[in-house]
């Protein structure tokens, strides 16, 4: 029988030493990973990783609930500087990249179960991509409300514009414009 995300994530915090650290709300947080650094695992909370444009605005790339992992190019030796915004406070655990590398080598079973976590986080970023890529500005707004809602946890009860913008890297006054736009009926 397969390993639950839920599994796998309990399974490793009770083999791996790890650090709490509380990400405030709306700041960003960044963090250096790599193999001789560390992987987070989220434990509480909604965050979303971002990437810097050539402008120097941020872009969001994912969004991470409960029980996924962040910086994991530890696994395939590259170390990255990874920066997140907390879109509520959020509870991550730090584990040395090192130690769950030896774990995963170890248990066959353990490495499975992450091969499958990562190939299905993979695959719904990809998915999510693909589907509001080109969209226009409103239904990119809609796509990302909707994933929110869509996700298996207590919602947050402020998106703000600035989340948003981030999410959809824009800046804050076109989503507040598209707010304020009367809603286009849709024929049924």
Known sequence: MMMTSEELFSKLLALLPSETIVLSKKK???FECGPDRNILLVTDG???????????RYIGT???QPNTIVGFSG???VRKEV??????????????TQLMNRLLQMDSELCYAMLIWLSQRHFSLLDDLEASALLPLEDRIAFFENK???????KPTDISNVCLSIALGVHPVSVSRVHKKPKKDHPK
């Open 148 to 154: 929110i809602k869509s996700l298996e946890r207590p």
């Open 83 to 96: 920066t997140l915004y907390a879109i509520e406070r959020t509870t991550v655990k730090v584990i040395p």
């Open 75 to 77: 696994f395939y030796n």
């Open 62 to 64: 994912a969004l991470c």
């Open 46 to 56: 909604l965050l979303m990783t971002v990437r810097s444009a050539e402008d120097g």
């Open 28 to 30: 960003f947080h960044t």
